[in-house]
């Protein structure tokens, strides 16, 4: 099992940034694919970025591309999540989450969920 726990979120105007962290413990973390999903108020949840624990080439959707980073730091076992350039239609709840095996973009791939953590962005 892999126990996943989100901070860095807040209040920031449009064109700010933020960085988002998922401190990863319990199984071996390099077995999994590591990735950022978010919920915008009223919506779905939705795929942002992907990336393996192990390194590799990152996924993410388009609507964040260019502006958001994903990273890992294998020492502290921590993902991150760089946002620049944000706009308030990033505004959502952001959880983190490990999928086995493989760096994929389906929520269905991903066991392991971080319970979240709001990130607002005012105009």
């Known amino acids: 099992q892999v126990h996943l726990v989100e901070s860095g979120g807040g209040l920031v105007q449009a064109g700010g940034s933020l960085r988002l962290s998922c401190a990863a413990s319990g199984q071996t973390a390099s077995r999994y694919g590591l990735g950022w999903f978010r919920q915008p108020p009223g919506k779905e949840r939705e795929f942002v970025a992907a990336?393996?624990?192990?390194?590799?080439?990152?996924l993410y959707s388009d609507s964040v591309k260019g502006r958001f980073t994903i990273s890992r730091d294998v020492l502290k076992n921590t993902l991150y999540l760089q946002m620049n350039s944000l706009k308030p239609e990033d505004t959502a709840v952001y959880c983190c989450a490990a999928a086995p095996f493989s760096t994929t973009s389906a929520n269905k791939d991903y066991v392991y969920w971080g319970q979240g953590t709001q990130v607002t962005v005012s105009s």
């Open positions: 990336t393996a624990w192990s390194g590799g080439d990152a």
